[in-house]
């Protein structure tokens, strides 16, 4: 079964960096596709970025290419999630979330996923 804990979340000042982890006890974690998500209070869960099994191929939101920076150890089972130039809109619950195989139509849509952590927070002050 594909438990994720995700890492790393706190409060930042704008233009600060973050880096977050999501730790995965799933059996086989290299078959699973992988992606970040966040939730501001009163919004929509939006993608953030995603990355394919064989971590070759990224994939991000326009409001963070550039500054953000997903990755994935599949050694280590973790993915990560690398934020610089932190901005004020930045601020939400970060997800982690996972699925297994490919991930058919847009890659940063949250109901293509099939497993999430409890999130971590992400606060960034101006």
């Known amino acids: 079964q594909v438990q994720l804990v995700e890492s790393g979340g706190g409060s930042v000042q704008a233009g600060g960096s973050l880096r977050l982890s999501c730790a995965d006890s799933?059996?086989?974690?290299?078959?699973?596709?992988m992606g970040w998500f966040r939730q501001a209070p009163g919004k929509e869960r939006e993608g953030v970025a995603s990355?394919?099994?064989?971590?070759?191929?990224?994939y991000y939101a326009d409001s963070v290419k550039g500054r953000f920076t997903i990755s994935r150890d599949n050694a280590k089972k973790t993915l990560y999630l690398q934020m610089n130039t932190l901005k004020p809109e930045d601020s939400a619950m970060y997800y982690c979330?996972?699925?297994?195989?490919?991930?058919?139509?847009?890659?940063?849509?949250?109901?293509?996923?099939?497993?999430w952590g409890q999130g971590t927070q992400v606060t960034v002050s101006s």
């Open positions: 979330a996972a699925r297994r195989g490919l991930v058919v139509g847009y890659p940063l849509d949250p109901s293509r996923y099939t497993y």
């Open positions: 799933g059996y086989i974690y290299s078959d699973y596709w």
């Open positions: 990355i394919t099994t064989d971590g070759v191929n990224t």
